[in-house]
Nanobody
Framework: QVQLVESGGGLVQPGDSLRLSCVAS????????MGWFRQVPGKERELVAAIGLSGVRYYTDAVKGRFTISRDNAKNTVYLQMNSLRPEDTAVYYC?????????????????WGEGTLVTVSS
């Protein structure tokens, strides 16, 4: 079992930056691929970014060049640095852990989920 706890959400203005953090704990949590998803009411949860054990990264087109995912295995923490935020980035952001990065990128959800943190981008 892996537990995921997100932090760092909040209300920001368009163009601002925000960094989300997710601390993983539990059985072999450092051996999982990690990802960030987001969801708005009425829409499916979508993959935003993911990072594998080797450091390979994936980004959805909408955030390429603006968001950066990273992980600190010593701290069992994954980060999502979000720059140049836009109103359309407003969503609940969920941290996720999966045994294989491919589970994220094939649209097969995740093995574990955090409870989510709300990001609101508004002037």
């Amino acid at each position: 079992q892996v537990q995921l706890v997100e932090s760092g959400g909040g209300l920001v203005q368009p163009g601002d930056s925000l960094r989300l953090s997710c601390v993983a704990s539990g059985r072999a949590s450092s051996t999982y691929a990690m990802g960030w998803f987001r969801q708005v009411p009425g829409k499916e949860r979508e993959l935003v970014a993911a990072i594998g054990l080797s450091g390979v990264r994936y980004y959805t087109d909408a955030v390429k060049g603006r968001f950066t995912i990273s992980r600190d295995n010593a701290k069992n923490t994954v980060y999502l640095q979000m720059n140049s935020l836009r109103p359309e980035d407003t969503a609940v952001y969920y941290c996720a852990a999966a045994l294989q990065l491919g589970r994220f990128t094939r649209g097969n959800g995740s093995d574990y989920w955090g409870e989510g943190t709300l990001v609101t981008v508004s002037s």
